[in-house]
């Protein structure tokens, strides 16, 4: 069992900043690729940033637009979103997420574990 633990959400004026963070625990975190996703209040969940279990490679959504870094400390057993220019349609549940797969997960469905969410709320 893998449990991931979100924190560092909160409310932000458009133009600010957040990193979050996902504590992982129950197995070595390097076995794990990583993920972030977003859902806001009636969408759908949407993928935000994915990270291999190296931390070599990565990959992030379109909206992105290099706006956000995804990012891991595998000795800290800890991956993290640092979220720049955020703007009002961030705001959403933010949830980490891990795979035991090698490669990076776009898709929810790749995901074996997820954490509880953490809030972010962009004020306009």
């Known amino acids: 069992q893998v449990d991931l633990v979100e924190s560092g959400g909160g409310l932000v004026q458009t133009g600010g900043s957040l990193r979050l963070s996902c504590g992982v625990s129950?197995?070595?975190?390097?076995?794990?690729?990583m993920g972030w996703f977003r859902q806001a209040p009636g969408k759908e969940r949407e993928f935000v940033a994915a990270?291999?279990?190296?931390?070599?490679?990565?990959s992030d959504a379109a909206f992105v637009k290099g706006r956000f870094a995804i990012s891991r400390d595998n000795a800290k057993s800890t991956l993290y979103l640092q979220m720049n220019h955020l703007k009002p349609e961030g705001t959403a549940v933010y949830y980490c997420?891990?795979?035991?797969?090698?490669?990076?997960?776009?898709?929810?469905?790749?995901?074996?574990?997820w954490g509880q969410g953490t809030q972010v709320t962009v004020s306009s």
């Open positions: 997420c891990a795979r035991s797969a090698d490669g990076l997960g776009l898709e929810a469905s790749e995901y074996d574990y």
């Open positions: 129950g197995r070595p975190f390097s076995e794990y690729g």
């Open positions: 990270i291999s279990k190296s931390g070599w490679t990565t």
